[in-house]
Antibody
Framework: EVHLLESGGDFVQPGGSLRLSCATS????????MSWVRQAPGKGLEWVSS????????YYADSVKGRYTISRDNAKNTAFLQMNSVRAEDTATYYC??????????????WGQGTTVTVSS | IVMTQSPDSLAVSLGERATINCKSS????????????LGWYQQKPGQPPKLLIY???FRESGVPDRFSGSGSETDFTLTISSLQAEDVAVYYC?????????FGQGTKLEIK
């Protein structure tokens, strides 16, 4: 069974940093792109970032570009999201998600349960 | 690409049909493979989104056949043919045609 488990969410002050992890199992991680999607409290879904299967190609929403970095360790079947210079508007539940196919341009068929990031002084 | 769903909320009686619309600001049809890069998700409170439909009309494995997707290019529809109590949720469309991938604002479906 495919499984994604996010961790690393926490309370953080504005301007601070946080690193989220997404541990995966049940599929050949190195064959798939991975994405992060967030949801602010009571709001809709916002795509944040994606990485190609190799990690060579990365993509970001304009709202996080230059502050967030997506990466992956294919040997450990884990994806990461480094969040720097966080702002109050980054407060959200962050989900990692796996695409249905072996490229970036697929619907996301498996989602983790999410990890909560709260940015507040 | 901006995704706009209608309505924002919807109340339907049990056993009746529910229809949610999604409009994209540009076509999400990739002509080389004739696929619409459009998905539909269901999200219940406290849970992550669940994929229902991909390529606009392909039902994900395990999804009841009362859920169906239709449409092409810029106009899409999610239909629940006979509403069940467990279908109460927020539904999102998403385009994965180009980066940034974008979601509709969501449609909250309730029982009348």
């Amino acid at each position: 069974e495919v499984h994604l488990l996010e961790s690393g969410g926490d309370f953080v002050q504005p301007g601070g940093s946080l690193r989220l992890s997404c541990a995966t199992s049940g599929f050949t991680f190195s064959n798939y792109a991975m994405s992060w999607v967030r949801q602010a409290p009571g709001k809709g879904l916002e795509w944040v970032s994606s990485t190609s299967a190799s990690g060579d190609n990365t993509y970001y929403a304009d709202s996080v570009k230059g502050r967030y970095t997506i990466s992956r360790d294919n040997a450990k079947n884990t994806a990461f999201l480094q969040m720097n210079s966080v702002r109050a508007e980054d407060t959200a539940t962050y989900y990692c998600a796996k695409p249905k196919g072996d490229g970036a341009y697929y619907a996301m068929d498996v989602w983790g349960q999410g990890t909560t990031v709260t940015v507040s002084s | 690409i901006v995704m706009t769903q209608s309505p924002d909320s919807l109340a339907v009686s049990l056993g009746e049909r529910a229809t949610i619309n999604c409009k994209s600001s540009q076509s999400v049809l990739y002509n080389s493979n004739n696929k619409n890069y459009l998905g539909w998700y269901q999200q219940k409170p406290g849970q992550p989104p669940k994929l229902l439909i991909y390529w606009a009309s392909f039902r994900e494995s395990g999804v009841p056949d009362r859920f169906s997707g239709s449409g092409s290019e810029t106009d899409f529809t999610l239909t629940i043919s006979s509403l069940q109590a467990e279908d109460v949720a927020v539904y999102y469309c998403q385009q994965y045609y180009k980066t940034p991938q974008t979601f509709g604002q969501g449609t909250k479906l309730e029982i009348k």
